[in-house]
């Protein structure tokens, strides 16, 4: 049973468009959700995080967007940019607060 | 400063032999965590440490794994008795806090392929 669900798994997108992953999840009790960026050979570094008493927030061209009755949120990535192109993760932490539940990924190129 | 470092980066093991993946976590981080990743897939938790004391092991896939931290700071995960379903990057990482919902760092992982 997936916790945490993501879409697209793939996504390319022209250089200065706008990148938007999509996850959902089911457990109302999760109530943290960051998302990591992964580049090939890496591990995966934190890139923005969201409670879901706040429906926005927003870090230079990075915003998540947080509908807290659907039990969605998504990343969007404005201007992006060659140098976004990687893996992208959104993740919940368990109800214990501690260990991460990732999604499955989206692995975005931006064309130049 | 130094980030998390894992060893080795690459391992080949024929199935059914042990192996050892080191991990050393950011100076001074008192909780570590180690996932597996599958090629394609997200990371899944498999086991978390606060401080010398493996406080949830809930993730571990059968008890051919087993991860300890003697003295709070570095990390081995070993595996028995490999098998080819073990193949996966390990990552581990570390937070500096035993906190809720705290950054976690990353190390670069172990890419483990078992044949």
């Known amino acids: 049973q997936q916790q945490v669900k993501q879409s697209p798994q793939s996504l390319i997108v022209q250089k200065g468009g706008i990148s938007i992953i999509n996850c959902a999840y089911e457990?109302?009790?999760?109530?943290?959700f960051p998302w990591y960026q992964q580049f090939p050979g890496k591990g995966p570094a934190l890139l923005i995080a969201?409670?879901?008493?706040?429906s926005e927030k927003k870090e230079g061209r990075f915003t998540i967007s947080f509908n807290k009755s659907a039990k969605q949120f998504s990343l969007h990535i404005m201007d992006s940019q060659p140098g976004d192109s990687a893996t992208y993760f959104c993740?919940?932490?368990?109800?214990?607060?501690?260990?991460?539940?990732f999604g499955k990924g989206t692995t975005l190129s931006v064309s130049s | 400063g130094a980030g998390v470092s894992q060893s080795p980066r690459y391992k080949v093991a024929k199935r059914g032999q042990d192996v050892a993946l080191r991990c050393d976590p950011i100076?001074?981080?008192?909780?570590l965590f180690w996932y597996q990743q599958a090629l394609g897939q997200g990371p899944e938790f498999l086991t978390y440490?606060?401080?010398?004391?493996?406080?949830?092991k809930s993730g571990l896939p059968s008890d051919r794994f087993f991860a300890e931290r003697p003295e709070g700071s570095v990390s081995t995960l070993k595996i028995q008795r490999t098998q080819q379903e073990d193949s996966a990057v390990y990552l581990c990482?570390?937070?500096?806090?035993?906190?809720?919902?705290?950054?976690?760092?990353f190390g670069p992982g172990t890419r483990l392929t078992v044949l």
């Open positions: 990482a570390s937070s500096p806090t035993r906190g809720f919902h705290n950054e976690q760092f």
């Open positions: 457990n109302t009790a999760f109530d943290y």
């Open positions: 100076s001074g981080h008192v909780s």
């Open positions: 969201i409670r879901p008493d706040v």
């Open positions: 440490f606060q401080n010398e004391a493996q406080l949830d």
């Open positions: 993740a919940a932490f368990n109800q214990a607060g501690t260990a991460l539940i």
